[in-house]
Structure formats: C-alpha cells, structure tokens
C-alpha cells in the first residue's frame, strides 16, 4: 500500500527565505508525482507535475525534483512571499491519486 | 475560469439529514470523477470512483450505502450522504481527470470542496 508522508507538519520563515519542503513514498511504481496548494478552506490547486521518468520540474520560483529510486520529492520555493502561505500537499499517481498530509507553510512579513 | 464546479461549499444540518453534492464538469466530458474526504490535519483520502453509467467503484473501508454516487451523465456526478452523523463532519472534494490525467500526464481539476457540518 503506497504511503506518501511529509515532514514537518507545518513550517514558518520570514518573507524572503528560500526554502524546501519534503515528501516521500513508499512504492516507486508510479506514474507521476505532483505538487498541490491548498487554501484554508479551499479546493486545490496543481503547482506542479513529474512524471516519472523525469528529474524535475520548474515554474517561476517553484522548482520540484523527484528521486524515484529513494522515493523522494522536493518542492524548493525561491524567495518567499507572504501570499505563498498555504498548504502544501504531495501526491504520487498510479491509477490513483496518494496524498500525504501536507506541510503548512506561513511565511511572516 | 474554473473547470470543476462543485455545489455547495458550505453545508450545516442536522444528525439524520441526507446531503446531496454536486460536482461539474464545466469544460469537457468526463467518464470518470473522483471523490476525496479530507478530515482536519489529515490527507485527502479517495472515497470512490465514480464512472458514468456504470456503478461506482468504492475504496476500502466506504460504505457504499451511506455513500451514494450518481454519475448522471458526462458532466454531473453526484454524491449523497445518507443519513449524516457527527462523524461524516468533512471536507469532501471532487476531481475530474482528463484522458491524458488517467495516464499520468497531466494534473486533474479539482473542486472547490464542499464542507460537511453535522450537529
């Protein structure tokens, strides 16, 4: 059974700061691998999509990586925002779609 | 604009009352429509799958008499929770995959969620 876990629970950092966030699962056999946020109370949003053949993805200051053989993802956020503050779920797909937790993030002004 | 719409957003009722809610696809058919449940500090879980004209297919542990699915036609799939308790106190939330969603290449739309309250 695939477990997708992501560590810390919650993260806070003054505006500015670069910083990553993790994720791990526990079966490799997936087809992709994608970054979500999530507003308090709100739907998700896709940031980002790997599939699993590829090392990484990027979309202005978002930039994911993906080490399917260890079984990990990271989300590098590049000079955070206070609007960047969310929830920051990590999902693998093979035929359906395994979250972790998420990671909220505040990023304080 | 949204491509999923999901109705309501916000439901408050009493302990035995049965919720309907609705998801949409605004911009293209969709065979195929999934169900989440998210409780508070926990991950999205899927409920079921739920396939047009077909049955709908539930995971481990979803009841699916409690949980009904109609998926009415390409664009409209329904899910009703019946008889709700404290314990169906959730966010559930829709996704509506493409055909090159369900190979793996590219992200589904999601709903804006709807947030269950029993008393």
């Known amino acids: 059974k695939q477990e997708v876990t992501q560590i810390p629970a919650a993260l806070s950092v003054p505006e500015g700061e670069n910083l990553v966030l993790n994720c791990s699962f526990t079966d490799s056999a997936i087809y992709n691998l994608q970054w979500f946020r999530q507003d308090p109370g709100k739907g998700l949003t896709s940031l980002l999509l790997i599939q699993s053949s590829q090392r990484e993805q990027t979309s202005g200051r978002l930039n994911a990586s993906l080490d399917k053989s260890s079984g990990r993802s990271t989300l590098y956020i590049a000079a955070s925002q206070p609007g960047d503050s969310a929830t920051y779920l990590c999902a693998v797909f093979n035929s359906k779609l395994t979250f972790g937790k998420g990671i909220t993030l505040s990023v304080r002004p | 604009g949204a491509v999923v719409s999901q109705h309501p957003s916000w439901v408050i009722c009493k302990s035995g009352t049965s919720v309907k809610i609705e998801c949409r696809s605004l911009?293209?058919?969709?065979?195929?429509m999934f169900w989440y449940r998210q409780f508070p500090k926990q991950s999205l879980m899927l409920m079921a799958t739920s396939n047009e004209g077909s049955k709908a297919t539930y995971e481990q542990g979803v009841e699916k008499d409690k949980f009904l699915i109609n998926h009415a036609s390409l664009t409209l799939s329904t899910l009703t929770v019946t008889s709700a308790h404290p314990e169906d106190s959730s966010f559930y939330i829709c996704?509506?995959?493409?055909?090159?969603?369900?190979?793996?290449?590219?992200?589904?739309?999601f709903g804006d969620g709807t947030r269950l309250s029993i008393l």
């Open positions: 911009d293209f058919q969709a065979t195929t």
């Open positions: 996704s509506v995959p493409t055909a090159t969603s369900l190979e793996g290449n590219q992200p589904q739309h």
